[in-house]
C-alpha cells in the first residue's frame, strides 16, 4: 500500500525558514515523480513544486521561485521541501504526493495528509 | 500563465446529474485530471487522462474534453459527493502543473 506522511509544519515568523518532510512507502521511490501541493486556508489547491524521479530536474510555481527548494533522499524514500524568506500568504496546509504514472502529465493518484505551516509574527 | 476556470458552486438534486466546467484556451489538446476533495481531507483523483476512472471510483463519475471546456459529469448524485472539485493539467508550454480554482458540489 502506498503511504506518503508528511511531517515538519509548524508555525515560524515571518522571513523564516522551515523544512517539510514526505516519508514514503509501499512503492519504489526512486522510480517516481515527486510533487508538493499546498491548500491555503479556505483556498484552492495550489502546485508548489515538482522533482524527477533522478532527482535532476525541479520546477517551481513562480510564486515560490527562489525561496523555496525540493529535494530527494532516494536512501531515506524521503522529499523535502526546504521553505525560506516565508511570509504570510505562505501559510497553508503542504501535501506532498505522487503521479499514477511516470510522466509530467499524469495525474496525482497517491496524496499524504499534509502539514500544516503558518507563518505569522 | 496558463490560466483554468471553474465556478464557484454548483447544485443539484440527489439522483440527478451534476456537471462541472473547466475552461481553459485550447484545453482540447491538454491532458485534464479531476479531484475530489472532502472537508478536512486530502484530494482524491477521481478522472485522469480527461475521462479513464482510476479503480475505486463509480462508473457516475465521467470525464470529457473539447475546445475550451473540460467536463467533470457525475450521474444519480448522492449526498456523498458532496465536496470541492478541482481541474488539473500540466501546460506543456511552460513546464508548470495547474490546478483550477475549485467548484464546490452541494447536494441539495
Known amino acids: 500500500e502506498v503511504q506518503l506522511v508528511e511531517s515538519g509544519g509548524g508555525r515560524v515568523q515571518p522571513g523564516g525558514s522551515l523544512r517539510l518532510s514526505c516519508a514514503a512507502s509501499g512503492f519504489i521511490f526512486s522510480s517516481h515523480w515527486m510533487y508538493w501541493v499546498r491548500q491555503g486556508p479556505g483556498k484552492g489547491l495550489m502546485w508548489v513544486a515538482r522533482i524527477n524521479s533522478d532527482g535532476a530536474t525541479t520546477t517551481y510555481a513562480d510564486s515560490v521561485k527562489g525561496r523555496f527548494t525540493i529535494s530527494r533522499d532516494d536512501g531515506k524514500n524521503t522529499l523535502h521541501l526546504h521553505m525560506s524568506d516565508l511570509r504570510a500568504d505562505d501559510t497553508a496546509v503542504y501535501f506532498c504526493a505522487r503521479p499514477r504514472c511516470a510522466s509530467k502529465s499524469c495525474g496525482l493518484q497517491y496524496w499524504g495528509q499534509g502539514t500544516l505551516a503558518t507563518v505569522s509574527s | 500563465s496558463y490560466v483554468l476556470t471553474q465556478p464557484p458552486s454548483v447544485s443539484e438534486a440527489p439522483g440527478q446529474t451534476a456537471k462541472i466546467t473547466c475552461v481553459g484556451d485550447?484545453?482540447?489538446?491538454?491532458?485534464v485530471h479531476w479531484y475530489r476533495q472532502r472537508p478536512g481531507q486530502a484530494p482524491v483523483l477521481v478522472i485522469y487522462d480527461d475521462k479513464d476512472r482510476p479503480s475505486g471510483i463509480p462508473e457516475r463519475f465521467s470525464g470529457s474534453n473539447s475546445g475550451n471546456t473540460a467536463t467533470l459529469t457525475i450521474s444519480r448524485v448522492e449526498a456523498g459527493d458532496e465536496a470541492d472539485y478541482y481541474c488539473?493539467?500540466?501546460?506543456?508550454?511552460?513546464?508548470?502543473?495547474?490546478f483550477g480554482g475549485g467548484t464546490k458540489l452541494t447536494v441539495l
Open positions: 485550447g484545453i482540447g489538446g491538454k491532458v
Open positions: 488539473q493539467i500540466w501546460d506543456g508550454s511552460s513546464d508548470l502543473t495547474v
